[in-house]
């Protein structure tokens, strides 16, 4: 109880900010409806019109509570209305691209730690390639894949691994590097092969590294699926749910793909660092 | 058991320099080190910090690599010798591997030698006793003292059955009690394994104890002031600190550390 309360006070505090904005925000619009409806603008009056709106500019919690589960559990799930079914195409290709992301990122890590080459000049680059904004790449990433007949799930994928490769680079680098120096000469002393002391050594004591990365980068991996389903008018994902929602106004459907995405990085999340907390407590590296 | 009188030298070194260049210019870390170990000897380093004594011993180990002078081990290079796995090294921390149970931590150095899995078995079992953790093979580093664990991490440098064994302050970390109980375990295990062991240490009663040559040193630069061969017989109970022979060489260590000091 100690634990939910101040949980439960501050979702308090962020519902009635939110009522308090989606009244101010939607009043100009609840003013002018009921001027046209030649109904005098009693104070109660207007602010149940601000609670009701059709396309308001900021919806109520409930309205998005209901759009939620309208979305949800009154749709069957393979309805192109169901936001259960957008959800599921959005998390397939992110779990694609988070996979992607992740070989990429260790394989890049191993090599930066194991070749001086590589660990002078990879780096900036993968630095640049996170500074390029990812709305900038994703429709020339969509865009030239389609070209080559490469659509669906991959170009998709492609764009969240470009996310969630960087988190994972960084923290695999550090992780490998973590051995400190007696581990290193220990296994000197027993003349053990680069790859003995990777397998051994390197990767075990990257393991804590690599689930704080890992927790980054399925987050981002589902933003980059999420902005990789904007352009080229994609019809599936949560993504294409924001974009019709904004072309066609529906302000409810917007905040509800929002918050199932939300919901959706949260669970992600979540599983992370659970998976982490089974394996650090087997390894004995949880205290 | 080899016999110990007969010179047979392990580990020779002839004028051994080494210079480390830093930011504030080069530090001589060692300065024409001449020193004989003999097999089955038991010879401690001792001095203060900053005389070389743990540099000498990674240059014996070829974890430093000497600037000038002439070091062998069992007649080859360090880093053949090295190579050859001619010596086990027990660090100043236990570095136990936290994810491998004691059992698994032994067993790591004989994994990457190549060792078959029965004999790691058979091996892992015997050091196990010689370091007295019969049945805590099983059990995770954590659960374990610190005495316990560097035990467990010399019995890891015994597994391979290296004749050479290189300590570097092994039980610094320890309390005294313990480290009393540790010095006993050890002149045991090198009585019944005839181990020559090179020690570095900076308690002048565990070098007196330990050792059958003691190796005082002095700092900067890095270099060997006195080399003291112990009276005392190879059979050591704990009361012999109390002997008069005991005290006296002692004294000595601690007048030739003294005279290290007043160099400066």
Known sequence: MTRVLPVLTVLAAIVVVWYLAAVGLNMNWARQQLERDGVTATMPALIGNTMAQERPVLPAPHQVAAGLWEGIAGQKITSKRSLVWHAWVTLSATLAGFAIGTLAGGLLAVGIVHNRAMDQSVMPWAVASQTVPILAIAPMVIVVLASAGVTGLLPKAIISAWLSFFPVLVGMVKGLRSPDAMQLDQMRSWNASAAQVFWRLRLPSAMPYLFASLKVAIAASLVGTIVGELPAGATAGLGARLLSGSYYGQTVQIWSALFTAAALAALLVLIVGWIERITLRRMGLDR | ?264
């Open chain 2, 1 to 264: 058991m080899t016999n110990a009188n007969a010179a047979d030298p392990v580990i020779e070194a002839r004028g051994i320099d080494l210079t480390f260049p830093t930011a504030d210019g080069p530090v001589h870390a060692l300065k024409g080190v001449d020193l004989t170990i003999n097999r089955g000897d038991f010879v401690s380093f001792i001095g203060p910090s900053g005389c070389g004594k743990t540099t000498l011993l990674r240059t014996i180990a070829a974890l430093e690599t000497p600037t000038g002078g002439a070091l062998s081990v069992n007649g080859m290079t360090p880093d053949a010798a090295r190579r050859a796995r001619a010596y086990g090294y027990v660090f100043q921390a236990p570095g136990l591997y936290p994810w491998r149970t004691i059992a698994k931590n032994i067993s790591l150095p004989l994994e990457i030698m190549g060792f078959s899995k029965p004999d790691r078995a058979e091996r892992i079992a015997r050091v196990l006793d010689l370091v007295d953790l019969k049945g805590f093979g099983g059990k995770y580093p954590w659960q374990l003292s610190g005495g316990m664990q560097q035990r467990a991490s010399i019995a890891r440098a015994l597994s391979f059955d290296a004749d050479i064994l290189l300590m570097d302050e092994p039980f610094g970390a320890l309390d005294e009690i313990v480290r009393d109980r540790l010095n006993e375990a050890l002149l045991e295990l090198w009585a019944r394994t005839g181990k020559t062991i090179a020690f570095v240490t900076h308690s002048i009663p565990e070098a007196v104890y330990l050792s059958t040559r003691i190796v005082v040193m002095s700092p900067r630069p890095g270099r060997i002031t006195d080399i003291i061969d112990s009276p005392l017989p190879r059979h050591r109970p704990l009361e012999i600190r109390d002997s008069p022979e005991f005290l006296a060489i002692a004294h000595r260590v601690r007048e030739g550390l003294r005279a290290g000091h007043a160099y400066e």
